[in-house]
Nanobody, 114 residues
């Protein structure tokens, strides 16, 4: 069973930056739609950004211009987060989807606070 392993979360002051990474526990093959989701305190999980195998990316409006999603050729996924705000505080999850395959990471905590 493939597991996704996230890293890069932590505590950062408003205006700061973090870079999240996600990697599969074993080598996987295929073309996956990859995305980052987040779930803030008392909120539902929401999609933050996604990237197609072609490299085309989509973002939720509230992170446009501040977050950048990227992927490499060995199915690693990244999320560069700049100009972080307290409302970005959440557990961030990575997700890989391809046909019937749907993998989630365990989540990494991002806290934006002074």
């Amino acid at each position: 069973q493939v597991q996704l392993v996230e890293s890069g979360g932590g505590l950062v002051q408003p205006g700061g930056s973090l870079r999240l990474s996600c990697a599969p526990s074993t080598t996987i093959f295929g073309f996956y739609v990859m995305g980052w989701y987040r779930q803030g305190p008392g909120k539902e999980r929401e999609m933050v950004a996604s990237v197609l195998p072609s490299g085309h990316a989509n973002y939720v409006d509230v992170v446009k211009g501040r977050f950048t999603i990227s992927r490499d050729n060995v199915n690693h996924l990244y999320l560069q987060m700049n100009s972080l705000k307290p409302e970005d505080t959440a557990v961030y999850y990575c997700n890989y989807r391809s046909g019937s395959q749907n993998y989630w990471g365990q989540g990494t905590q991002v806290t934006v606070s002074s």
